[in-house]
């Protein structure tokens, strides 16, 4: 009977045991499989890039891979990060792509201009990522919102700026920290060649002089000027009037305002208004560079007036166009270019 007793004993204890332990195995289980339904809802969130630019906030998925540009230095600026965007807008000039890009976009869709970007033909690309400016695309954005999400740069003229949010938004920050380290590193390095070889005469002060066929305009900023300014050129103080007042070009036409542009180089480059002939911008180029005047200005007594590329000097408006220009510099002082990395 006693024997009875303790395994009677011994059956209920595992018994309960055992319900113990299948309690405890399911509740196991539920928080294992919580946790992991956790952790895809955690993946999938962190798989989201939250891009702040001009007009709010993109959220991206992943890395894009249909990419379309709706400015020329961002479609410089994707050739730079090694993305090839799918579709993107027509130069004013060197239709259907600038001459510098046109062996890396040999496949890309044109999608109108920057002023009116087809957005019927942005929509068939089933992009999914479109970068714009908000000089040329505030008044579509929402449009442009409802295709992909849509990053607006503030300044298109700022090919920094321009290289930081697109790497970003493509998932490419690490290469495009990479491209504005070997820019500063080229940046350095003409600094110290071009003093060296200058010594006392160096900073220089310059001018970027634009002719057109109505005017002729100088640059105190936007892309040439910023790059200018960078490289250690001073500004004249016409010139530091113009950024005092907050003016990124000024625009002569009269020429009697020639001695306003003075300085001791001129970076020189026509530009014809679209649909223009280039004789009637040629014709003001001789009007204003015999008269008088232009005779007396230091950069001309000097000899040093340089014809310069208007699409790597200001049109192009990018990463790879600032390297273009940098390159004119270092070829205008005879100094040994140092390599980049860029496309």
């Not at 060197?94 to 957005?119: A, F």
């Not at 942005?122 to 479109?130: F, G, K, R, S």
Request: hydrophobic share 35%; aromatic share 8%.
């Amino acid at each position: 009977m006693v024997v009875h007793k303790i395994n009677n004993h011994a059956f209920l204890f595992l018994g309960m045991f055992t319900l113990i332990m299948l309690v405890s195995g399911c509740g196991n289980e539920e928080v294992g499989e919580q946790e992991n339904s956790d952790n895809n809802e955690s993946g999938e969130e962190n798989n989201v890039t939250e891009v702040e630019h001009a007009l709010g906030t993109a959220e991206i998925e992943g890395e894009p891979e249909r990419v379309v540009t709706l400015y020329q230095g961002a479609t410089d600026t994707a050739v730079a990060l090694d993305v090839n965007p799918v579709g993107a807008v027509e130069p004013w000039v060197e239709q259907p792509m600038y001459e510098y890009l046109r062996e890396d976009l040999e496949d890309v869709e044109i999608v109108g201009d920057e002023i009116q970007p087809n957005l019927e033909e942005i929509a068939a690309l089933e992009p999914d990522l479109i970068v714009g400016t908000l000089l040329r695309h505030e008044e579509v954005y929402d449009q442009l919102n409802e295709i992909a999400p849509t990053v607006i740069e503030k300044d298109l003229n700022n090919f920094k700026n321009t290289l930081e949010v697109m790497g970003e938004a493509t998932g490419q920050n690490d290469a495009a920290e990479q491209l504005l380290q070997e820019w500063d590193k080229r940046v350095a390095d003409f600094q110290y060649q071009v003093e060296d070889e200058l010594g006392e005469d160096w900073p220089m002060s310059a001018s970027v002089i634009n002719i057109r066929s109505d005017e002729v305009r100088m640059y105190t900023g936007g892309f040439p000027g910023r790059i200018i300014d960078e490289v250690g050129f001073e500004y004249t103080d016409v010139q530091q009037e113009a950024i005092a007042d907050e003016e990124d070009i000024l625009a002569f036409t009269n020429r009697e305002s020639i001695p306003e542009m003075d300085a001791e180089i001129f970076f020189t480059f026509t530009q014809s208004n679209q649909g223009e002939d280039e004789s009637e911008v040629e014709e003001t180029m001789e009007n204003w560079t015999n008269h008088p005047l232009w005779d007396e200005l230091e950069a001309v007594e000097n000899g040093e007036v340089h014809m310069v590329d208007e699409v790597k000097w200001n049109l192009g408006g990018g990463y790879i166009a600032a390297h273009h220009m940098l390159d004119d510099l270092y070829e205008v002082f005879d100094l040994e270019p140092e390599e980049t990395g860029e496309g």
